[in-house]
Nanobody, 127 residues
Framework: QVQLVESGGGLVQAGGSLRLSCAAS????????MGWFRQAPGKEREFVAA????????YYADSVKGRFTTSRDNAKNTVSLQMNSLRPEDTAVYYCAAAFRLQYSGSYYLKNNYNYWGQGTQVTVSS
């Protein structure tokens, strides 16, 4: 079992930055691929970013590439999402998710492959 708790959301003006963190409890954090998803009101939950469990490879949605960066610290059981140049369309609830030993790069983008989810943290970007 893995429990995830996100923090760091808030209200920011367009062009600003926020850093989200996700703290994981449970065993073998280093064996879990970690993903970030977001859900805006009335929309499906969508992939944002992910980081591999095996070699720290990272994956990003086209909409955030070049603006967002994800990283992990296995010693502290944490994963972070640095969000720069924020836009109003980035407004959503952001979720941290974990998946045990994902094997294929394509699988990182699919929310159904993630078994554990945090409660979410609200990010609001004003124009």
């Amino acid at each position: 079992q893995v429990q995830l708790v996100e923090s760091g959301g808030g209200l920011v003006q367009a062009g600003g930055s926020l850093r989200l963190s996700c703290a994981a409890s449970g065993r073998s954090f280093s064996s879990y691929a970690m993903g970030w998803f977001r859900q805006a009101p009335g929309k499906e939950r969508e992939f944002v970013a992910a980081i591999s469990w095996s070699d720290d490879s990272t994956y990003y949605a086209d909409s955030v590439k070049g603006r967002f960066t994800t990283s992990r610290d296995n010693a502290k059981n944490t994963v972070s999402l640095q969000m720069n140049s924020l836009r109003p369309e980035d407004t959503a609830v952001y979720y941290c998710a974990a998946a045990f030993r994902l094997q294929y790069s394509g699988s990182y983008y699919l929310k159904n492959n993630y078994n554990y989810w945090g409660q979410g943290t609200q990010v609001t970007v004003s124009s």
